[in-house]
Protein backbone atom coordinates (compact mmCIF):
# COMPACT_ATOMS: atom_id res chain seq x y z
CA UNK A 1 0.00 0.00 0.00
CA UNK A 2 1.08 3.53 -1.15
CA UNK A 3 2.23 5.99 1.87
CA UNK A 4 2.86 9.53 1.92
CA UNK A 5 6.44 10.69 1.87
CA UNK A 6 6.81 13.43 4.61
CA UNK A 7 6.75 16.04 2.53
CA UNK A 8 3.78 15.22 1.61
CA UNK A 9 0.84 16.34 3.41
CA UNK A 10 -2.74 13.95 3.12
CA UNK A 11 -4.27 15.86 -0.14
CA UNK A 12 -8.18 17.26 0.35
CA UNK A 13 -9.64 16.94 -2.89
CA UNK A 14 -11.89 19.08 -3.43
CA UNK A 15 -15.55 18.37 -4.95
CA UNK A 16 -15.91 18.68 -8.88
CA UNK A 17 -18.54 20.32 -10.63
CA UNK A 18 -20.96 18.13 -12.65
CA UNK A 19 -19.77 18.51 -15.63
CA UNK A 20 -23.84 17.64 -17.74
CA UNK A 21 -25.77 19.25 -14.69
CA UNK A 22 -22.76 22.24 -13.70
CA UNK A 23 -23.92 21.08 -9.98
CA UNK A 24 -21.40 22.90 -7.49
CA UNK A 25 -23.54 20.60 -4.40
CA UNK A 26 -24.44 17.06 -5.74
CA UNK A 27 -23.34 14.50 -7.86
CA UNK A 28 -24.68 11.33 -8.81
CA UNK A 29 -22.83 9.07 -11.41
CA UNK A 30 -24.03 5.27 -12.21
CA UNK A 31 -21.53 2.88 -13.62
CA UNK A 32 -22.06 -0.50 -15.71
CA UNK A 33 -18.74 -2.79 -15.10
CA UNK A 34 -16.60 0.64 -16.30
CA UNK A 35 -12.95 -0.16 -15.29
CA UNK A 36 -11.80 3.98 -14.06
CA UNK A 37 -8.34 4.19 -13.47
CA UNK A 38 -7.87 7.46 -11.29
CA UNK A 39 -4.32 7.22 -10.06
CA UNK A 40 -5.24 9.98 -7.08
CA UNK A 41 -7.53 7.33 -5.21
CA UNK A 42 -4.33 5.26 -4.91
CA UNK A 43 -2.75 7.87 -2.44
CA UNK A 44 -4.34 8.16 1.08
CA UNK A 45 -6.40 10.92 0.38
CA UNK A 46 -9.30 12.71 1.93
CA UNK A 47 -12.20 13.78 0.42
CA UNK A 48 -13.70 17.37 1.03
CA UNK A 49 -17.89 16.03 0.72
CA UNK A 50 -19.87 12.93 1.80
CA UNK A 51 -19.45 9.99 -0.35
CA UNK A 52 -22.28 7.13 -0.38
CA UNK A 53 -21.36 3.97 -2.93
CA UNK A 54 -24.18 1.62 -3.66
CA UNK A 55 -22.43 -1.74 -4.71
CA UNK A 56 -24.14 -3.82 -6.72
CA UNK A 57 -21.00 -5.90 -7.74
CA UNK A 58 -16.97 -5.06 -7.32
CA UNK A 59 -14.40 -6.97 -6.00
CA UNK A 60 -10.83 -5.30 -4.60
CA UNK A 61 -9.73 -3.99 -1.64
CA UNK A 62 -10.01 -0.36 -0.20
CA UNK A 63 -8.80 1.24 3.19
CA UNK A 64 -10.57 3.78 5.33
CA UNK A 65 -8.39 4.87 8.12
CA UNK A 66 -6.56 1.92 9.11
CA UNK A 67 -9.05 -0.44 8.14
CA UNK A 68 -9.52 -2.69 5.32
CA UNK A 69 -12.49 -3.31 3.26
CA UNK A 70 -12.68 -6.24 0.93
CA UNK A 71 -15.56 -5.17 -1.17
CA UNK A 72 -18.94 -6.78 -0.82
CA UNK A 73 -22.04 -7.09 -3.59
CA UNK A 74 -25.23 -5.39 -2.06
CA UNK A 75 -23.14 -3.33 0.44
CA UNK A 76 -23.42 0.40 1.04
CA UNK A 77 -19.96 2.50 1.44
CA UNK A 78 -20.08 6.11 2.58
CA UNK A 79 -17.60 8.22 4.03
CA UNK A 80 -17.37 11.66 5.65
CA UNK A 81 -14.83 14.16 5.10
CA UNK A 82 -12.45 13.71 7.59
CA UNK A 83 -11.70 9.88 6.91
CA UNK A 84 -8.29 8.83 5.31
CA UNK A 85 -9.30 6.71 1.57
CA UNK A 86 -7.02 4.79 -0.48
CA UNK A 87 -7.87 2.02 -3.04
CA UNK A 88 -4.83 -0.63 -3.84
CA UNK A 89 -6.17 -1.17 -7.40
CA UNK A 90 -9.05 0.00 -9.98
CA UNK A 91 -11.64 -3.15 -10.70
CA UNK A 92 -14.66 -3.02 -12.77
CA UNK A 93 -17.54 -1.72 -10.74
CA UNK A 94 -21.16 -1.95 -11.04
CA UNK A 95 -23.05 0.51 -9.15
CA UNK A 96 -24.00 4.12 -8.03
CA UNK A 97 -22.14 7.01 -6.94
CA UNK A 98 -23.52 9.85 -4.96
CA UNK A 99 -21.63 12.91 -3.32
CA UNK A 100 -22.94 16.35 -1.75
CA UNK A 101 -21.22 18.81 0.05
CA UNK A 102 -21.54 20.58 3.26
CA UNK A 103 -23.02 23.67 1.40
CA UNK A 104 -25.73 20.91 0.20
CA UNK A 105 -26.64 19.85 3.68
CA UNK A 106 -26.60 23.68 4.82
CA UNK A 107 -29.65 24.61 2.56
CA UNK A 108 -32.42 25.08 4.42
CA UNK A 109 -34.60 22.50 3.27
CA UNK A 110 -32.10 20.05 4.39
CA UNK A 111 -30.72 21.12 7.41
CA UNK A 112 -32.24 18.51 9.67
CA UNK A 113 -30.07 16.06 7.31
CA UNK A 114 -26.88 17.54 9.14
CA UNK A 115 -28.22 15.64 12.51
CA UNK A 116 -28.56 12.32 11.19
CA UNK A 117 -26.16 9.74 12.15
CA UNK A 118 -25.11 8.21 9.25
CA UNK A 119 -23.93 11.92 8.88
CA UNK A 120 -22.64 12.41 11.92
CA UNK A 121 -21.01 8.97 11.77
CA UNK A 122 -20.01 9.01 15.46
CA UNK A 123 -18.32 5.17 15.09
CA UNK A 124 -16.43 6.24 12.28
CA UNK A 125 -17.55 3.85 10.13
CA UNK A 126 -17.67 3.44 6.82
CA UNK A 127 -19.67 -0.29 5.56
CA UNK A 128 -23.51 -1.54 5.92
CA UNK A 129 -24.62 -4.47 5.09
CA UNK A 130 -27.98 -4.73 3.79
CA UNK A 131 -30.79 -7.26 3.47
CA UNK A 132 -32.09 -8.03 -0.03
CA UNK A 133 -34.75 -5.88 0.94
CA UNK A 134 -32.73 -3.30 1.53
CA UNK A 135 -30.54 -3.16 -1.82
CA UNK A 136 -34.05 -2.97 -3.27
CA UNK A 137 -35.05 0.06 -1.28
CA UNK A 138 -32.03 1.70 -2.26
CA UNK A 139 -31.58 0.87 -5.93
CA UNK A 140 -35.17 2.61 -6.24
CA UNK A 141 -34.23 5.94 -3.90
CA UNK A 142 -31.47 5.81 -6.14
CA UNK A 143 -33.07 5.69 -9.28
CA UNK A 144 -35.87 8.21 -8.23
CA UNK A 145 -32.77 10.14 -7.43
CA UNK A 146 -31.21 9.99 -11.23
CA UNK A 147 -34.17 10.57 -12.45
CA UNK A 148 -34.62 13.89 -11.01
CA UNK A 149 -30.81 14.65 -11.12
CA UNK A 150 -31.57 14.71 -14.77
CA UNK A 151 -33.87 17.20 -14.90
CA UNK A 152 -32.59 20.67 -13.48
CA UNK A 153 -35.25 23.27 -13.22
CA UNK A 154 -36.83 24.72 -10.64
CA UNK A 155 -38.15 22.05 -8.55
CA UNK A 156 -34.76 19.95 -9.04
CA UNK A 157 -33.56 20.91 -5.21
CA UNK A 158 -36.38 20.30 -3.78
CA UNK A 159 -37.37 17.01 -5.02
CA UNK A 160 -33.28 15.69 -4.62
CA UNK A 161 -33.65 17.18 -1.12
CA UNK A 162 -36.75 15.27 -0.28
CA UNK A 163 -35.68 11.33 -1.80
CA UNK A 164 -32.25 12.50 -0.23
CA UNK A 165 -33.81 12.91 3.34
CA UNK A 166 -36.02 9.47 2.74
CA UNK A 167 -32.98 7.59 1.61
CA UNK A 168 -30.28 9.01 4.31
CA UNK A 169 -32.87 8.70 6.89
CA UNK A 170 -33.63 5.01 5.79
CA UNK A 171 -29.71 4.26 6.07
CA UNK A 172 -29.60 5.95 9.62
CA UNK A 173 -31.71 3.36 10.52
CA UNK A 174 -29.87 0.78 9.56
CA UNK A 175 -26.15 2.60 10.90
CA UNK A 176 -27.93 2.71 14.12
CA UNK A 177 -28.74 -0.92 14.50
CA UNK A 178 -25.86 -1.99 12.64
CA UNK A 179 -23.22 0.05 15.18
CA UNK A 180 -25.48 0.52 17.91
CA UNK A 181 -28.66 -1.45 18.18
CA UNK A 182 -30.89 1.46 19.87
CA UNK A 183 -32.54 4.15 19.06
CA UNK A 184 -31.30 8.11 19.74
CA UNK A 185 -32.94 9.24 22.93
CA UNK A 186 -32.19 13.01 23.79
CA UNK A 187 -29.39 11.94 25.96
CA UNK A 188 -27.94 10.25 22.95
CA UNK A 189 -28.49 12.93 20.55
CA UNK A 190 -26.89 15.01 23.16
CA UNK A 191 -23.48 12.24 22.87
CA UNK A 192 -23.45 12.79 18.76
CA UNK A 193 -23.71 16.57 18.76
CA UNK A 194 -20.68 16.29 21.17
CA UNK A 195 -19.54 13.60 19.03
CA UNK A 196 -19.93 15.69 16.00
CA UNK A 197 -18.30 19.14 17.72
CA UNK A 198 -15.03 17.13 18.51
CA UNK A 199 -14.76 16.53 14.98
CA UNK A 200 -14.75 19.85 13.73
CA UNK A 201 -12.54 21.34 16.78
CA UNK A 202 -10.38 18.14 17.86
CA UNK A 203 -7.34 20.27 16.81
CA UNK A 204 -8.27 23.55 18.77
CA UNK A 205 -10.36 22.45 21.36
CA UNK A 206 -9.01 19.74 24.03
CA UNK A 207 -10.80 20.42 26.85
CA UNK A 208 -14.78 19.58 27.83
CA UNK A 209 -15.34 22.68 29.22
CA UNK A 210 -14.63 24.42 25.73
CA UNK A 211 -17.38 22.22 24.24
CA UNK A 212 -19.84 22.28 26.69
CA UNK A 213 -19.62 26.10 26.08
CA UNK A 214 -20.35 25.62 22.33
CA UNK A 215 -22.91 23.45 23.59
CA UNK A 216 -24.64 26.42 25.96
CA UNK A 217 -24.86 23.56 28.75
CA UNK A 218 -22.23 23.30 31.91
CA UNK A 219 -19.13 21.13 31.69
CA UNK A 220 -20.72 18.84 34.87
CA UNK A 221 -24.06 18.44 32.84
CA UNK A 222 -22.21 17.37 29.75
CA UNK A 223 -19.52 15.11 31.36
CA UNK A 224 -22.80 13.53 33.15
CA UNK A 225 -24.78 12.63 30.08
CA UNK A 226 -21.59 11.02 27.98
CA UNK A 227 -19.93 9.14 30.56
CA UNK A 228 -24.26 7.91 30.97
CA UNK A 229 -24.82 7.30 27.10
CA UNK A 230 -21.06 5.88 26.38
CA UNK A 231 -19.82 4.29 29.04
CA UNK A 232 -16.67 6.48 28.94
CA UNK A 233 -15.63 9.92 30.26
CA UNK A 234 -16.63 12.95 28.01
CA UNK A 235 -12.33 13.82 27.95
CA UNK A 236 -11.77 10.64 27.02
CA UNK A 237 -13.91 11.37 23.71
CA UNK A 238 -11.82 14.15 22.96
CA UNK A 239 -8.74 11.78 23.50
CA UNK A 240 -8.96 9.17 21.59
CA UNK A 241 -10.41 11.42 18.39
CA UNK A 242 -6.56 12.97 19.15
CA UNK A 243 -5.45 9.36 19.06
CA UNK A 244 -7.65 8.35 15.71
CA UNK A 245 -6.33 11.72 13.98
CA UNK A 246 -2.61 10.99 15.22
CA UNK A 247 -2.50 7.22 13.73
CA UNK A 248 -3.48 7.82 10.93
CA UNK A 249 -0.75 10.57 10.20
CA UNK A 250 1.57 7.68 11.66
CA UNK A 251 0.51 4.72 9.14
CA UNK A 252 0.08 6.85 6.22
CA UNK A 253 2.29 9.60 5.91
CA UNK A 254 6.32 10.04 6.60
CA UNK A 255 5.61 13.21 9.40
CA UNK A 256 7.71 13.69 11.67
CA UNK A 257 6.75 13.08 15.15
CA UNK A 258 6.87 17.16 15.63
CA UNK A 259 4.95 17.75 12.48
CA UNK A 260 2.11 15.57 14.05
CA UNK A 261 1.99 17.03 17.50
CA UNK A 262 1.47 20.81 16.24
CA UNK A 263 -0.74 19.92 13.68
CA UNK A 264 -3.15 18.39 16.40
CA UNK A 265 -2.63 21.48 18.51
CA UNK A 266 0.43 20.59 21.09
CA UNK A 267 2.50 23.25 21.58
CA UNK A 268 4.99 20.15 23.07
CA UNK A 269 6.09 17.85 20.88
CA UNK A 270 7.75 15.64 23.90
CA UNK A 271 4.39 16.14 25.75
CA UNK A 272 2.25 14.91 22.49
CA UNK A 273 4.64 11.63 22.74
CA UNK A 274 3.73 11.28 26.48
CA UNK A 275 0.14 11.57 25.96
CA UNK A 276 0.27 9.08 23.10
CA UNK A 277 1.67 6.63 25.35
CA UNK A 278 -0.53 7.14 27.96
CA UNK A 279 -3.76 6.85 25.98
CA UNK A 280 -2.24 3.60 23.87
CA UNK A 281 0.39 2.22 25.41
CA UNK A 282 3.27 2.97 23.21
CA UNK A 283 5.06 5.77 21.85
CA UNK A 284 4.20 7.30 18.36
CA UNK A 285 7.89 5.60 17.14
CA UNK A 286 6.71 2.57 18.31
CA UNK A 287 3.43 2.32 17.19
CA UNK A 288 4.85 3.65 13.46
CA UNK A 289 7.39 0.37 13.28
CA UNK A 290 4.77 -1.88 14.91
CA UNK A 291 2.13 -1.19 12.47
CA UNK A 292 4.19 -0.81 9.10
CA UNK A 293 5.97 -3.99 10.18
CA UNK A 294 2.00 -5.49 10.24
CA UNK A 295 1.16 -4.57 6.38
CA UNK A 296 4.61 -4.77 5.09
Request: net charge neutral; glycine share 4%; charged share 25%.
Amino acid sequence: MYTLSSQQPVPIYPFERDEVTGSKLFTLLRSEGELTYEENLLIPHRKAYYLLVFVKHNRGRHWVDMKSYDRKDNTLYFSTPNQVLVKEAPTPFWGTRLTFTKEFLALQQNAALRELPLILNPYNGHELLLTEADGTFVEEMLAKLEDEYSRPGEWQHRMLSAYLTVLLTHLSRLYTEQFTGEELSADQQLLRTFQARIEECYRELHEVSAYAAQLHISAGHLSEVVKAKSGKPAIKHVHERLVLEARRRLFYTQHSLKEIAFDLGFSDASYFNRFFKRETGATPAEYRATIRKMYQ
